[in-house]
């Protein structure tokens, strides 16, 4: 599903990622984790081609990512769906208009966003908020909208940037619960995060970054003590968030 096969990407005398292998399969859910500035946003940014690596492949569901021309780049992006800590909704626009406007840039027909909005919207429990605004909602629907806005267009990965950061502990297990539902109608999840207790309860698979390396992967993994420490003080070298 996602491979990434030797990647290296440098920034100057900086190292990002170095000389990473990784396996995704197709409906896992893997945690992301390691101090600030390990390499996290790199391994994203990559996956998305924002960023070229230096060397080494990537291919996600068939498609060499690294060697993608760009007229190919928004085919790409769109079986990728994307939640991230601050929400990033469009104030001046509903919830129902948030949602649809992922749809709308992709040039669906009227008749699909009439449709599956209202789907997506009740698969995140936010029906009854559809013609409010961003700042008349809390946080936790907040984030509940930006996840329906990033799995309206059925993306085969969602990758959730810190999603439970800005969230107090009750909301953000309400938001994990319906990540791992995501999860279990057969899309892979991606999650970076810091959040130690999330990540010891769900008993998910968890790839630890240090320094742009891979320094760990474990099929039912926790946070790790190390990755605690460093994270709490502030480590992780040279490499680039």
Do not use: C
């Amino acid at each position: 599903m996602i491979i990434y096969k030797n990647v290296t990407k440098t920034y100057g005398t900086n190292i990002g990622l170095e000389d990473v292998s990784i396996t995704i399969k197709k409906k896992d859910f893997v945690f992301l984790v390691g101090p600030s500035g390990a390499g996290k946003s790199t391994f994203i940014k990559l996956m998305l081609k924002e960023i070229e690596p230096n060397s080494g492949g990537i291919t996600l569901n068939g498609v060499e990512v690294t060697s993608l021309s760009n007229r190919g780049i928004p085919k790409l992006r769109r079986s990728i769906g994307v939640v991230f800590q601050d929400f990033r909704l469009l104030p001046q626009k509903t919830v129902f208009e948030n949602v649809s406007f992922a749809m709308e840039i992709i040039h669906m027909n009227p008749r699909s966003v009439r449709r599956q909005v209202p789907q997506v919207l009740s698969l995140v429990g936010v029906s009854s908020k559809a013609y409010k605004y961003p700042g008349e909602l809390s946080a936790g629907e907040q984030q509940r909208v930006a996840i329906a806005r990033a799995i309206v267009n059925n993306p085969l990965v969602l990758i959730a940037d810190e999603p439970t950061g800005n969230l107090d502990p009750d909301t953000a297990w309400e938001i994990m619960h319906l990540l791992e539902q995501i999860n279990l109608r057969g899309t892979t999840v991606v999650m970076v995060t810091h959040a130690k207790d999330i990540v010891d309860k769900m008993g998910k698979r968890v790839i630890a970054i240090d320094r742009g390396r891979v320094v760990r992967d474990e099929k039912s993994g926790v946070y790790g003590a190390e990755e605690e420490e460093t994270s709490r003080i502030g480590g992780g070298g040279s490499a680039l968030l």
